[in-house]
């Protein structure tokens, strides 16, 4: 690999860092808090591919009137098409497919932070999953929450309402589920995101994958909702 597609990978890779940490594209690959770093780690590959890139003009030229050049293998451009293909293509977040091929990662937490007064309090997938299953729902009971995920369907037809929770990237997500019961929509589709009310369930099942525990939520209404901006779960980088 020449000097020239080097340069020009990493200007590409850096470009790359910039878009998405400038967009809400980061999001689907690291947690918000590492927005900075992709933005810096952007700026020194530009800055270095620049001066690759001035070295490399001035090395050749020098070469040229020595005599000295020799052709350069082209092939080796064809690594770009991969970092083109970064910026112009935005992977999905991950969906139903990964999270029912994983166990949940509930944790039990140390302490139970105070719910805020007015119904429906939101909750997060995690802080409602943690709250019935470890907590036996006893700060639950007589609340009604509000919680968004997207749907999972196992195969028996189950609805799970899913959020993928991050500790630092994409690449360490695993979900945590939410069973639902109650009043439901007609029609179920998989990583569909859905607003969901209701109250605490003392039902609970375990996950086929790990054993671990999967609390069930009454539903009492339920609404299709966009994709939100930051689609994982950072609860427990709070």
Known sequence: MNRQAQAAVMFLLGAALLHAGATDLYLR????????????????????????????R???????????????????????????????????????????????????????GTLPAGDPVPLSVVDYASRAAYGHGRSLHGRSV????????????????????????????????????????????????LEVTGTYSPRS???PVNNGPIPYLKVTSAKPVPTPRDPYDETWNN
């Not at 690959?29 to 490399?56: D, F, H, N, R």
Request: proline share 9%; glycine share 6%.
């Open 29 to 56: 690959y690291v947690k918000a808090g590492l927005q900075p770093l992709l933005l810096a780690s952007g700026a020194v590959l530009i800055a270095a591919a620049l001066a690759t890139a001035w070295y490399e």
């Open 58 to 112: 001035k090395r050749a030229k020098a070469a040229r009137a020595l005599g000295h050049a020799h052709p350069e293998p082209r092939i080796s451009w064809l690594l770009l098409l991969p970092l083109l293909a970064l910026i112009l293509i935005a992977p999905p977040a991950l969906g139903s497919y990964s999270a029912l091929r994983a166990g949940t990662a509930l944790q039990k937490p140390y302490a139970y």
């Open 146 to 193: 509000r919680v968004t995920g997207f749907l999972a369907l196992d195969r028996a037809g189950t609805p799970y309402l899913v959020r993928m929770a991050l500790n630092c990237c994409a690449a360490d997500a695993q979900p945590v589920k939410i069973a639902l019961t109650g009043t439901l929509p007609p029609v179920l589709r998989p990583d569909a995101w």
């Open 205 to 207: 099942a375990r996950d």
